[in-house]
Nanobody
Framework: QVQLVESGGGLVRAGGSLRLSCVPSGSTVGIDPMGWYRQAPGKQRELVATITLSGIINYADSVKGRFTIPRDSAKNTVYLQMNSLEPEDTAVYFC???????????WGQGTQVTVSS
């Protein structure tokens, strides 16, 4: 079993920055990729960014150029650096990890990000 704990959400004004962290625990061997998804009120959960251990990164078009997804491979920790935040970025952000050993997705509890205009 893998547990994912997110932190770093909060309230920020448009144009500001936030950094989210996701720390996995438990059976973390074989976790790849890791990433971030978000869900706004009344909308479906959507991909924000993912990163593999080999450094392959995928960003949603809506965040390209504003968000980055650093990963500390030694700690298996993934971050989401969010710059130039917009009110449209307001959502609950979820950390995701895929275990290729167990062929299973794991999710964190989510952290709220609110961007005021």
């Amino acid at each position: 079993q893998v547990q994912l704990v997110e932190s770093g959400g909060g309230l920020v004004r448009a144009g500001g920055s936030l950094r989210l962290s996701c720390v996995p625990s438990g059976s973390t061997v074989g976790i790849d990729p890791m990433g971030w998804y978000r869900q706004a009120p009344g909308k479906q959960r959507e991909l924000v960014a993912t990163i593999t251990l080999s450094g392959i990164i995928n960003y949603a078009d809506s965040v390209k150029g504003r968000f980055t997804i650093p990963r500390d491979s030694a700690k298996n920790t993934v971050y989401l650096q969010m710059n130039s935040l917009e009110p449209e970025d307001t959502a609950v952000y979820f950390c995701n990890a895929f275990s290729w050993l167990k062929s299973q997705d794991y999710w964190g509890q989510g952290t709220q990000v609110t961007v005021s205009s």
